[in-house]
């Protein structure tokens, strides 16, 4: 399980790692942990998926990411697990979730394709239509006109806080 | 940002590896010196292309809770809810989408009472429905942009 240790570990990294060739001993260093403890513990936070993932974290809008729609579907039931899992496996799917109807908001399935233009949106929503057979369903496509606010959620772990991020818009 | 700097991007991506010498295995595999990739994630960073570089954590496996709220905002109103609902710090990200429901924001909270909390607190300052979407599934995404 968990101890202290991890979590102060989990709060000294949460807004990014050294950018110096050992970035692991500095942090140590700054924690009084040995670089081969530092290592150990992020190796298992890493396997127990506690960390998503390690790495570049990208603003997807500055990566010229402007053409961001977010699809809805109305699937039965029955068939979202199945192609929810389906939908989540093309490529250019960046994001994909059951969510609950609402009496006024009958849709259950949610993706999000992100897209430099809208064309190419598009034409990747329509082949996602004839692989999984779609086009049956009742959908709604919402495109972002504007983005007001992105950042990191910020979690106060035990100790202050480890950002989390989705990519919605 | 050039060609080297997109290669970067793209590889460091999907991983990045936890060993003494992390930027250089990492420079290796790309064809750069450590030196090299250390001062154009430098770069990058300070021109903030990179909103960061380190861990991306499982906020629900932390003991946080996140939703996805929308609101039907009357478009003479719109600045004005935006500003209310983007001064809440539970709020991490707010998009305005072409639909009726023209508001779409996430909300992240240290424990699950919290996000209803606030989802009402919204409600009462803007004097709007919040249309709470939370999650029921999850579907595995490996959430690669390419630059």
């Not at chain 1, 110096?20 to 530092?38: C, F, H, K, N, Q």
């Not at chain 1, 977010?70 to 929810?84: C, L, Q, R, S, Y």
């Not at chain 2, 970067?8 to 999907?14: G, H, K, P, S, V």
Request: charge should be neutral.
């Amino acid at each position: 399980m968990l101890d202290a240790r991890d979590f102060e570990l989990l709060a000294a990294i949460q807004l990014g790692l050294p950018i110096s060739p050992r970035p692991y001993r500095d942090i140590g260093l700054a924690l009084g942990m040995t670089e081969t403890e530092v290592i150990a513990r992020l190796t298992v936070l890493k396997r127990i998926g506690l960390i998503k993932r390690l790495g570049v974290i990208v603003k997807h809008r500055q990566l010229g990411y402007r053409a961001n729609a977010m699809i809805v579907w109305n699937i039965p039931d029955a068939f979202v697990k199945e192609i929810g899992r389906r939908i989540s496996q093309a490529p250019f799917v960046t994001l994909c979730y059951q969510r609950p109807r609402t009496l006024e908001w009958p849709y259950n399935l949610y993706c999000m394709i992100h897209g430099k233009d809208r064309d190419t949106v598009l034409q990747q929503l329509e082949q996602l239509g004839a692989d999984c057979n779609l086009d049956r369903f009742d959908r709604q496509i919402l495109f972002s006109r504007r983005c007001f606010k992105q950042r990191g959620a910020l979690y106060r772990t035990p100790e202050p806080a480890a950002p989390a991020e989705l990519a919605h818009g | 940002m050039d060609e080297i700097d997109r290669r970067i991007i793209n590889a460091l991506q999907t991983g990045f590896p936890i060993s003494e010498r992390p930027y250089l295995e990492a420079a290796q595999a790309l064809g750069l010196s450590e030196r090299e990739l250390l001062e154009r994630l430098e770069t990058l960073l300070q021109e903030q292309t990179l909103s960061r570089f380190g861990p991306l954590y499982d906020a629900e496996a932390m003991g946080g809770a996140l939703t996805l709220a929308a609101m039907r905002v009357p478009e003479e109103r719109f600045e004005e809810v935006a500003g209310i609902v983007n001064g809440f710090q539970e709020v991490a990200h707010n998009y305005a989408r072409r639909h009726t429901l023209n508001m779409w924001f996430v909300l992240a909270t240290e424990t699950p009472e919290q996000l209803r909390d606030t989802l009402d607190e919204i409600e009462r300052r803007t004097g709007l429905t919040v249309y709470d979407m939370p999650k029921i599934t999850e579907y595995f995404v490996g959430l690669k942009l390419e630059a």
